[in-house]
C-alpha cells in the first residue's frame, strides 16, 4: 500500500557531500518513526540516523557532524544530507517507515547505493 522511493546515490569522491531522498507514494503520516540504515559487503545492516514525527533526531556515533536528516511534509520525503564522505560510508543506504498511526505498517524503500572512492 506505501511504497518508498529513494534517489540520489553515486560515486563521490573523499570529503565530497550526497544528499539521499526518500519519497512516499501516500500522504497522510502523522505519528512515525523514519530512517535510514546502511549495509555495507558482508556487514549487518546499522542504523544510521532516525527523524520522529514530533521533531527529535538521532545518528549514529560514526556519522555524527557530518550527516543531517530532515523532512519535508509538503512533499512526503525525508532526506539525508552526507557531508564529508569517508571510505567506510560507501553501503547500500536504505530507507525506513515505522507508520505509529492509521496503517500500523513498517515499509522499505529499495536501497541506493554510495560509494566513496578516489
Known amino acids: 500500500q506505501v511504497q518508498l522511493v529513494e534517489s540520489g546515490g553515486g560515486l563521490v569522491q573523499p570529503g565530497g557531500s550526497l544528499r539521499l531522498s526518500c519519497a512516499a507514494s501516500?500522504?497522510?503520516?502523522?505519528?512515525?518513526?523514519m530512517g535510514w540504515y546502511r549495509q555495507a559487503p558482508g556487514k549487518q545492516r546499522e542504523l544510521v540516523a532516525t527523524i520522529l514525527s514530533s521533531g527529535p533526531k538521532t545518528y549514529a556515533d560514526s556519522v555524527k557532524g557530518r550527516f543531517t536528516i530532515s523532512g519535508d511534509n509538503a512533499k512526503n520525503t525525508v532526506y539525508l544530507q552526507m557531508n564529508s564522505l569517508k571510505p567506510e560510508d560507501t553501503a547500500v543506504y536504505y530507507c525506513?517507515?515505522?507508520?505509529?498511526?492509521?496503517?500500523?505498517?513498517?515499509?522499505w524503500g529499495q536501497g541506493t547505493q554510495v560509494t566513496v572512492s578516489s
Open positions: 525506513n517507515l515505522k507508520d505509529l498511526g492509521w496503517t500500523r505498517g513498517d515499509y
Open positions: 501516500t500522504s497522510g503520516f502523522s505519528i512515525y518513526i
